[in-house]
């Protein structure tokens, strides 16, 4: 598994592009390739994780995501992350 850490500022860019970016959140996690995924709750970023088996895929699924090169969303760590309680 990956977990993506972002940070958020408040560009009108971002909240424009968010409804879709959401939607394609929940697509993939009715898929199980997004375990879990939202907002810090004081908004400055998220935390995403995803089930997928190396580094190359989750590249391609945020590039897929325009949200991801969004201007006002930044993509600060990436993270692999093997959890003993699923």
């Known amino acids: 598994m990956w977990?993506?850490?972002l940070s958020f500022t408040d560009a009108p860019e971002r909240l424009a592009a968010r409804p879709a970016h959401r939607e394609?959140?929940?697509d993939?996690?009715?898929k199980g390739v997004v375990r879990m995924a939202g907002p810090l709750a004081?908004?400055?970023g998220a935390v995403l994780v995803f089930d997928v088996p190396?580094?190359?895929a989750l590249d391609q699924l945020l590039a897929e995501d325009p949200y991801f090169s969004t201007k006002g969303v930044r993509v600060e760590r990436l993270r692999?992350?093997?959890p003993f309680i699923r």
């Open 80 to 82: 692999e992350w093997q």
């Open 24 to 26: 394609k959140l929940t």
């Open 3 to 5: 977990i993506v850490e």
């Open 54 to 56: 190396d580094r190359a």
């Open 42 to 44: 004081d908004d400055s």
């Open 28 to 30: 993939l996690h009715e």
